[in-house]
């Protein structure tokens, strides 16, 4: 081909690369075009078939046309490109405004219990309590002979105790009775000024509308050089107006006993905090830790005392947020989470209150 036909050459490659449609087609024409055996590369073939004193302005026409091709698909290119990411965007758009579809996350709930013990967990972080915790399964000297309750005392009795099988080594082992035993384990293993609470379950073998064999309490220690009467009974009425939150709830100590407090006392609160006045209802059991408990930890309890307190956690669920069988809390029916089950994005501060 003589340098005159190029120039035909590279209009028609040029309508070509205007005329494709997509970038696959564009491609199609560049492989044509300057492609191993394509129509631009047999000009290349074609300089050295030349006569010596023509090579060099033909080399330059072979060059010119295929810088026009290769500058002419490139622009073709960037233009596909943009049409192509344009598209994209239009059939991808997503309607912001539409409801959140609803997931796992939306549907999956907190357990009314879990949500109680954030709820008050919350509360006495704020006054200063740190988390603590204990095993389900405890000795007999934790759950009881240290927390003054001495093997043949009649306490024990009324604890309906699940034992496990005895192995032969070691303590025989039991499903602790109640959170009492952390109080122990925290004395042994912290050094005062002690503020802890600790929730956990507890195993009683007892069940009907307000007993289950395994149930939830919240265990609260405060062990320091001079705390009295006076401190718990601010704690427990502080506890209570953020709890059920209301400005003001009225409550009675009632004299009561547990071997490992003394003075003990019952708390009832009157249950016009919750909507039902006239009625009260005990929530806790509480009392200034006895000395032969602080002994028995290897304080000394000419220096140190304080209070402890223990409830049930299920029970003030219950009561806040109106459960009327505390079986229904266990039997993991769905229609009971969905109704009175949380969202998981309901986290509870003081703040904000602490109902979802
Ligand atoms: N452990 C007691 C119970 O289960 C409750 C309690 C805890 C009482 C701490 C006083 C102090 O009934």
Redesign the pocket.
């Known amino acids: 081909m003589s340098t005159s036909e190029f120039g035909q050459l590279e209009v028609q490659i040029l309508k070509d690369i205007a005329a494709a449609a997509d970038v696959s087609s564009l491609d199609a024409v560049r492989v044509a075009a300057l492609g191993k055996s394509g129509s631009v590369s047999a000009l290349t073939a074609g300089i050295a078939k030349q006569p010596a004193d023509q090579k060099k302005a033909y080399g330059a026409a072979v060059n010119a046309v295929k810088t026009a091709v290769q500058s002419a698909i490139d622009a073709r290119k960037a233009v596909l490109d943009a049409a192509a990411v344009d598209a994209r965007l239009a059939s991808e758009r997503a309607d912001v405004t539409l409801p959140v579809r609803v997931g796992p996350l939306a549907e999956g709930r907190i357990h009314p219990v879990s949500q109680v013990f954030d709820e008050v967990a919350e509360i006495f972080a704020d006054m200063g309590f740190s988390v603590a915790e204990g095993p389900d399964i405890e000795t007999d000297d934790l759950n009881f002979t240290r927390l003054n309750i001495p093997p043949e005392h009649p306490a024990r009795q009324e604890h309906d105790t699940f034992y496990l099988s005895p192995t032969g080594e070691g303590p025989r082992m039991l499903l602790r ?4 035993p952390v109080q122990i384990r925290t004395m042994m293993s912290q050094k005062p000024p002690i503020r802890i609470i600790a929730p956990g379950r507890v195993y009683r073998c007892d069940s009907d509308q307000t007993h289950t064999p395994m149930f939830h ?1 919240i ?1 609260g220690l405060v062990i320091d050089e001079a705390t009295h009467m006076g401190h718990l009974k601010w704690c427990l009425e502080e506890f209570c107006k953020a709890f059920f939150e209301v400005d003001d709830v009225k409550m009675r100590f009632r004299a009561s006993h ?1 071997p ?2 003394e003075p ?1 006392m019952e708390v009832d609160i009157d249950a016009a905090a919750i909507g039902k006045p006239g009625r009260w209802l005990e929530i ?4 200034m830790v006895h000395p032969n408990v602080i002994r028995n930890c290897g304080l000394d309890p000419e220096k140190y005392q304080g209070f ?3 409830m049930g956690l299920d029970r003030i669920a219950m009561l806040k947020y109106g459960i009327p069988d505390l079986r229904d809390m266990f039997s993991a029916d769905l229609r009971w989470m969905r109704h009175y089950g949380f969202s998981a994005l309901d986290l509870p501060t003081i703040a904000a209150g602490s109902a979802g």
């Open positions: 009775t109640h959170t009492s309490q265990e547990f490992f407090t003990s806790l059991g509480s009392g402890a307190f223990g």
